[in-house]
Structures are given as C-alpha cells and as structure tokens.
C-alpha cells in the first residue's frame, strides 16, 4: 500500500473522521526544540497538532513517522493541514511555550501578524497540554475591548483560509472552537471587557489568557484596562485549572510611553517580573513592497505613522498642550526636591468624583512641585487619607503641626458648595478637619489659571537657575504626563482649536492640570510665601466662649 493511502487509513480508523485529522505547525526556528516532533524539508520544526489523539500505538507511531517523511520530502498528506510561521513569528512562539516567562505581550506596527500569531498559540499550548496527560478541551479567555471588535477582527483571523476550517466561530461570535478529527481540542471564550455582561466571563476558569489591543492607539484610551487583564489572569491561576504552562499573550499596537503596558511589560522603565515583551517587525511578514506602500499610511498624522507604522511608542497627539513651553529635560529635576519648613506649603485641589492634589513652594524665586496625586472614583476625604496626610506625614511633617499653620488650600470654588445630604458638609471644610490650614478659593474664569501656568513654563531660567522645576520620581508622574500632552485643548472639526477651557471628561489628567494651574496662579499671586511666626498662647483657665 502507498505510504500517503497508509496514513490516511491509520487516521481514518484512529479518529474516525474524513476531515483534517493533523495539523502541523511549521516554525522557522534556529535550532529544533524538545518538544517538536520533527523537521520539514525546508528545515523547519514542525508539531503536530491532533498527533495526542492518534494514542501510542504501534500502529499510530508509525503514522507519525510516515507523516513526518512525508513532510521531510516537501509533500503533506491529504488529511492533514499545515501552517507556517515567518521566522520572528516563530521565535516568539518558542519563546512563549518554553518560559520561563508567564505574561507576554506581543507589540509593533500594524499588519505584523500578532493576531495570527495567538491563533496559533492555543492549540499549539494544548497539543502540549494533553501530552503531558491533562484533560480537553483546553480552555482560553480571549479579551477584547468589545464583542462587536471580536467579531469583526479576531472571527475573521480564525476563519481565514490558512487554518483549513479549523477553527469554527460559534454563539453569534461569543465563541470559538479548534478542533481535530471532529473533537474539540480548544474551546475559547470572546470576552468583552466594555460590555459589561460580557465581563462576568473575566471571572471564568482558564488555562490561557489572550488579549487583543490594549490601548486604543488611536487615541490612548483604555482598550482593556489592567485590572480587567489580571481579574483574567487570577482566574487562570485558580488552583482548579492545571496546565503545564501557564500562559497569558497580549497583543496591541504601541501607545504612549506611560500607558499600563508599556510599564508591565517595561517597554519604558523596568518590567514586571515573569514578563516578556517581544517585537514583531514588520520585515518577518511584509515584502519591500508592501512596506513601501505602508510608508505612505498616515501622513497627515506624524504620532500614528510614528506608532502605526514605525512601531513606536509614543505620546499621542490628542490636541494643543495646555502646558505650552513644557520641556521635561528643562522643567523635570535631576535630584528629588524637598519641602522646606521656613516657607508655606501650598496645595491646589480639584474637587469631584476624580479628586487631585498637587503639593508645591516657592522657594527663593523658583518654583518648586513636590507631588501630584489623584484618586479615581473616590471623594476628597479619600484621597486624603490614602494619599495626600500619608505624603505630608513622610514629606512635611511640620507642615501639619499647630493646625496646619504653614499649609495654603487653594481649591476649586465649586468644593466650597456645602453637600445635598448636609449644608454642614463641603470638600473645603473636609480639607480643613483633616489636614488644618488656611482655604483660599482659586479664580472661577480660566484665563488667570492659564497665565500662572504659561508663566511657570515661559522663562527657563532666571539669576542662574531654572524657576520651574518639578520633583522627579513617581509622585509627580500624573503632572509630568499632563504637561507632556495628556492635559490638552481640543481640536474642532473645522481644524480649529477651543481655547475656551482644557478638554473634559479627560481624568485624571484634566484634573491634575486643574490642581496645579490653582496652585501656581496662588504661587505667582504675589502673597507673602514665608510661614508667619505666630505668638504662642498659654490659657490657664478654660473659656468656652473662645472654642
């Protein structure tokens, strides 16, 4: 009997199915891994998809052999479909199945492959999966932004003709299947992170996490946000689910440098540990042509061909900086900046639901902001407690003591408003029963906020020294992202830009830029910025009258 009538009697009397019953996935490797099953005639490794349900028989083993010669001499048996990765694409799927890594994030310009690149993932992670004698289908949670993006990128991915009909979307897009000879080796779970019935499936057991686009790189908003992405990963983790590889692989065109990504995965400072990012160039997948022609894409946007086409991760260009004349290298300092005991302390606020505190001085002619905090969806007695008292207790001690003596409030008129629940309650009085010191309200109109800032950031330098400058280091990383073009003014359809006020809702970093245009308009109001000596008083008798 011919060897290719062998095999396809093996397959048919093992599986018991006419259709695809082995699927080889070809990987340009450098070297052949242990867990590759053998090489291609073109040097490649090659594993066979489906070779787990054949068993360990004589019989099977030696259809495996046949399949790999046949293979070996550049042909592929009928029952079987190959798939073949360039060789970067290749390199990041080893990478990913042999660790000792745990999150990866795939990341470069568009058309690169990365989704094509977690297609092939999951069956390849469950082929080894059931090898090693667990159970099937194997289970995968793929994050989206919605289930309307699922079904228009990620379905059409998996149907596409490379895959052979192996992967088959069912549940109106809600879900997929990879399956071998009529059984289901992979069973995913499209999960929409915006849709919030969607979500609840975030808390579904899984052996592998995937997520497509977390940042929207259009426009820097949150695709899928970090606590959504390790809500997934703990369900991964749950002591129910055994695998033999514990896997997450995101995917996303670049962002700016300071987006969650880019910090996990430390595409911008240190990354987290058991994390790798990995970079696809366009070059492994698209031929000079289609570079060329992809060259030509976005020409009228310098940030998107710079993240779209380039690969970059850059900040995006949302609209006109509020902070004009911004300059980190200028504006940032090169050594932390401490508060100093003999000068008031002055603290901008901006009220809400998004509350910011930004902590400054003036200090011999300079300028000087120590921090920038905020809390999302909280109130101004929580970011007080969480942050602001815990930063003043490390910073500023002094600050705190006689009732705050040598702290300004400059707040945002609106936290003066008393409370619907009691006209006893306000943010201002809030401020002052947890922290003491003086309240003055910042300007209502937004041109004297605008002026205090355009001011700090006109002038460098004066008598030999820089007059604005900004502590280094985490607690001020909000403010330094705002000045850099995160706290903008928008642009109008008619090209135009509103200058009337900075763009909102644009949390948090609309509302740092508020607290800290409060701050520097009261800094440069010309008020006495030394703390007063104040008369001690010593009371022998008790007057209510005085209390």
């Given at each position: 009997m011919a060897t290719e009538d062998k095999i396809d009697k093996v397959?048919?009397?093992?599986?018991?199915?006419?259709?695809?019953?082995?699927?080889?996935?070809?990987?340009?490797?450098?070297?052949?891994?242990?867990?590759?099953?053998?090489?291609?005639?073109?040097?490649?490794?090659?594993?066979?998809?489906?070779?787990?349900?054949?068993?360990?028989?004589?019989?099977?083993?030696?259809?495996?052999?046949?399949?790999?010669?046949?293979?070996?001499?550049?042909a592929c048996p009928d029952l079987a479909h190959a798939v073949a990765y360039a060789p970067l694409a290749s390199q990041a799927i080893a990478a990913i199945v042999e660790g000792p890594e745990e999150e990866f994030l795939l990341h470069s310009e568009r058309g690169t492959g990365k989704t094509v690149i977690k297609a092939g993932i999951s069956p390849i992670l469950a082929e080894l999966h059931l090898r090693a004698g667990y159970l099937v289908p194997f289970k995968v949670i793929w994050l989206h932004d919605s289930l309307l993006s699922a079904s228009i990128k990620t379905a059409r991915t998996l149907e596409n003709a490379m895959w052979g009909g192996l992967w088959t979307i069912h549940d109106d897009s809600r879900q997929a299947r990879f399956s071998i000879a009529g059984r289901a080796l992979v069973h995913v779970d499209f999960v929409g992170c915006k849709d919030e019935s969607s979500a609840e499936r975030l808390r579904a057991s899984a052996h592998l996490v995937k997520a497509e686009e977390l940042i929207a790189s259009q426009t820097d908003g949150t695709g899928i946000s970090e606590q959504q992405y390790e809500l997934a990963l703990s369900s991964m983790r749950r002591q129910d689910v055994s695998t033999p590889r514990r896997r997450s692989v995101c995917a996303t065109n670049p962002g700016a440098p300071e987006?969650?990504?880019?910090?996990?995965?430390?595409?911008?400072g240190t990354a987290r540990p058991k994390t790798r990012a990995i970079r696809i160039p366009r070059e492994d997948r698209m031929t000079a042509e289609e570079q060329a022609e992809q060259d030509t894409q976005f020409a009228n946007s310098p940030t998107l061909h710079r993240r779209l086409v380039k690969g970059e991760w850059v900040q995006a260009d949302l609209g006109e900086n509020v902070a004009e004349g911004f300059d980190e290298r200028f504006h940032v300092a090169t050594s932390p900046l401490t508060p100093r005991s003999q000068f008031l302390l002055g603290i901008g606020w901006d009220g809400g639901h998004t509350p910011s505190a930004v902590i400054g001085q003036y200090v011999g002619g300079q300028v000087r902001v120590f921090a920038s905090l905020n809390e999302m969806k909280a109130g101004v007695r929580e970011l007080i407690k969480a942050q602001v008292l815990p930063w003043l207790q490390t910073h500023a001690p002094w600050s705190l003591e006689s009732f705050g003596a040598s702290l300004v409030h400059i707040i945002d008129p609106n936290m003066a408003t008393p409370g619907q629940v009691t006209i006893l309650e306000s943010a201002a009085r809030t401020i002052e029963e947890e922290l003491g010191g003086r309240i003055i309200k910042g300007p209502v109109r937004w041109a004297p906020r605008r002026e205090a800032v355009l001011q700090a950031l006109s002038a460098r330098h004066g008598k030999g020294k820089a007059q604005f400058l900004i502590n280094p280091g985490p607690d001020t990383a909000l403010l330094v992202q705002a000045f850099n073009g995160r706290w903008f003014y928008k642009k109008l359809d008619n090209g135009q830009v509103d200058r009337t006020g900075p763009k909102k809702p644009n949390s948090p970093h609309a509302d740092i830029g508020d607290a800290a245009a409060y701050l520097l308009d009261w800094l440069y109001g010309g008020e006495l910025m030394t703390a007063a000596q104040r008369e001690v008083t010593v009371e022998t008798q008790f007057n209510p009258l005085r209390h």
């Open positions: 397959l048919l009397e093992h599986l018991g199915s006419g259709g695809v019953s082995l699927c080889p996935v070809l990987l340009d490797l450098p070297t052949v891994p242990d867990w590759a099953d053998g090489t291609d005639q073109q040097g490649r490794s090659v594993l066979l998809i489906g070779k787990s349900f054949l068993g360990e028989s004589e019989e099977a083993q030696e259809t495996v052999k046949l399949v790999l010669q046949d293979l070996g001499s550049g987006s969650w990504p880019a910090q996990r995965w430390g595409i911008v």
